[in-house]
């Protein structure tokens, strides 16, 4: 007698593998977010006032989205230190980067989120 294959497992393999091939995040943010525009902005107070700002709305959104896993409050000078570290680390990362890396970190979660 012929064995059938069932094709249930086949589809549910296919559906798993197209949520794990979701989407790029889409990062809203400024024209350039290279590590190299944080680094320019060093001497610019109102540029990196709106820098600092972006990054603390990241994080307030990452809160928004994890209520279990926030964010504690941390000050401009902590944002800065933060993202200056990771900017000289990864000269060709950019500052959102480093935003969703301590998002990671100051949740206590030490881990980027996954689906």
């Not at 006032?49 to 409050?73: D, I, K, T």
């Not at 480093?98 to 100051?106: G, L």
């Amino acid at each position: 007698m012929p064995r059938r294959l069932c094709p249930i497992p086949a589809l549910l393999f296919a559906c798993v593998t197209a949520a794990a091939d979701a989407a790029p995040l889409k990062i809203l943010g400024f024209d350039d977010m290279s590590c190299a525009a944080w680094n320019a902005a060093k001497g610019d107070a109102d540029v990196r006032a709106q820098q600092l700002a972006w990054v603390r709305g990241f994080l307030s959104g990452h809160n928004y989205a994890r209520q279990s896993q926030q964010v504690s409050e941390v000050s401009n000078g902590t944002v800065e230190t933060f993202v200056n570290r990771y900017c000289s680390e990864k000269a060709r990362g950019n500052f959102a980067e480093a935003a969703q890396r301590m998002s990671d970190q100051y949740s206590g979660r030490n881990t980027a989120i996954t689906k």
